[in-house]
């Protein structure tokens, strides 16, 4: 069985940075994409960052120039920095996964919130 767990979720106020993980662990080999989703209350998920196995990224345009993805294949891990925070950035941030076989892994989700 395969689990991701988010960690790195807080309060920071607006203009502070934080660094959220996601780590797979279980019988999961080859893992394609992975991604970072916020759920603001009472919203649809949007899909803030993904990076593909050959290390390609894309971003939500809210959070361009502010929010790095990266991933570490070896600790099955992806990350998500986030420099310059603002109260709109606060949501319930998950991680999806995507395996070589197309199925699809998500985490429970860790609260930021950002305060102005």
């Known amino acids: 069985q395969v689990q991701l767990v988010e960690s790195g979720g807080g309060l920071v106020q607006a203009g502070g940075s934080l660094r959220l993980s996601c780590a797979a662990s279980g019988r999961i080999f080859s893992i394609n994409a992975m991604d970072w989703f916020r759920q603001y209350p009472g919203k649809q998920r949007e899909l803030v960052a993904s990076i593909t196995r050959f290390g390609t990224t894309n971003y939500v345009d809210s959070v361009k120039g502010r929010f790095t993805i990266s991933r570490d294949d070896a600790k099955n891990t992806v990350y998500l920095q986030m420099n310059n925070l603002k109260p709109e950035d606060t949501a319930v941030y998950c991680c999806?996964?995507?395996?070589?076989?197309?199925?699809?892994?998500w985490g429970k989700g860790t609260l930021v919130t950002v305060s102005s």
């Open positions: 999806k996964v995507q395996n070589s076989d197309y199925v699809v892994y």
